[in-house]
């Protein structure tokens, strides 16, 4: 073989050992920024500390309002993990790299007692409008406040019960993140309803169960890098191991169904 074409392709041989050791250091030192709405957070939270070998993750946590607040004012990060809604909104603004959304879980909203408290029967839609009905105060995110999927979702519920007016003197709103759940386990409500997702976690709370499936609101949350990002290669790969078969325990130990799991 000529001792010319030898040469060439040692360089090129050389060339590309060197761009692969660059990139997996790359990858390997990245310390990402995922901005995550709270519903979404705790999963990934576990997910990378299950996972020593993956690269370093700094989670900016907030409602969906706000990291488009966040994002819309310039702040960098490398992946956003939030309801598809304010994914729509944020493509539309040009803050995500088009392609790259994955959907990656869902998840109902649930109610919740304070942790040793009765739990009523919401089996069935008669007996979660009876239960509502007959509880002291209900808590529950404020419909009003911008990028409130789940609060839209329960003051809608409430009206299609016929019990909106009804409830209206016994009502607090209140995220999940911002209070809300924490108002439950002090007994200063009730009653909870928010994601189950944002139950769990607490431990002065008790989840009673989901809403009936007739009448279960679901919020899928997916996933995208953010434009500008001087990490997108390795915030694709992040992005991938969301849908990867191991993170699945982390997903449904959270209160969320993975993606593909929906029935």
Known sequence: MDPAGNLHKAIVRAAVLSLALAVSHRAAAADLVVMSSGGASVAQRNLAESSPAAPKVAFVVAMPAGLQAKLSAGEKADVIVAPEQALDALDRAGKLVPGTRVAVARVGVGLAVQRGAPKPDISTVAALRAALLSAPSIVHPDPAQAGSVAG???????????????????????????????????????????????????????????????????????????????????????????????ARRHWEAAGLEPAGSAK
């Open 152 to 246: 839209k979702a329960i003051a809608k519920l409430l009206v299609e019960l016929g019990i909106a007016e009804t409830l209206k003197p016994k009502l607090r709103y209140r995220q999940a993140i911002a209070g809300g759940v924490e108002m439950v386990a002090k007994g200063e409500a009730a009653v909870g309803m928010f994601n189950i997702s944002e139950i769990l976690p607490s431990e002065g709370v008790a989840l009673v169960g989901p809403l009936p499936r007739e009448v279960q609101s679901y919020i899928t949350f997916a996933a995208s890098v953010v434009a500008g990002s001087p990490s997108a290669d390795a915030a694709r790969l992040y992005i991938a191991s969301l849908t990867a078969p191991g």
